[in-house]
C-alpha cells in the first residue's frame, strides 16, 4: 500500500500560480510512476501530468508549457508547479501513484484525497 496526501491547493487569480505537492507513504515510492489527475465539476477526471521513477514527464496538452512536474525520491515526494493558471485549471486534484506511465487512471493504483484549485477571472 502506498498512502499519498496532497498540499498546495488554494484561490489564485488566473495568471497566478500555486505549487501542489503530495507526499507518499508506505510501500517503497522510488519506482513508481506518479500522475497528477484533476476531476471539475461535472466532469471526468482528466489527466494532467506524470513522471516516471527515472524522471520522464509526459504532460497532457492543455498544461504544456505551464505546468511542471518533479519528483524526489529521497523525500518522498512529487511535486507539481502550476503557472499562468486559468478558470478552466479550476478542478479538485489528485496525486496518484501508477503500475506504469500512462495518461489513462485506470493505470494507477493509489490516490489521494484531492486538493481544490480554484482560479478566478
Known amino acids: 500500500q502506498v498512502q499519498l496526501v496532497e498540499s498546495g491547493g488554494g484561490l489564485v487569480q488566473a495568471g497566478g500560480s500555486l505549487r501542489l505537492s503530495c507526499a507518499a507513504s508506505g510501500r517503497t515510492f522510488t519506482y513508481y510512476p506518479m500522475g497528477w489527475f484533476r476531476q471539475a465539476p461535472g466532469k471526468e477526471r482528466e489527466f494532467v501530468v506524470a513522471?516516471?521513477?527515472?524522471?520522464?514527464?509526459y504532460y497532457a496538452d492543455s498544461v504544456k508549457g505551464r505546468f511542471t512536474i518533479s519528483r524526489d525520491n529521497a523525500k518522498n515526494t512529487v511535486s507539481m508547479q502550476m503557472n499562468n493558471l486559468k478558470p478552466e485549471d479550476t478542478a479538485v486534484y489528485y496525486c496518484?501513484?501508477?503500475?506504469?506511465?500512462?495518461?489513462?487512471?485506470?493505470?494507477?493504483?493509489?490516490w489521494g484525497q484531492g486538493t481544490q484549485v480554484t482560479v478566478s477571472s
Open positions: 513522471t516516471s521513477w527515472s524522471g520522464v514527464r
Open positions: 496518484a501513484a501508477g503500475a506504469r506511465l500512462s495518461s489513462s487512471s485506470h493505470e494507477y493504483l493509489y
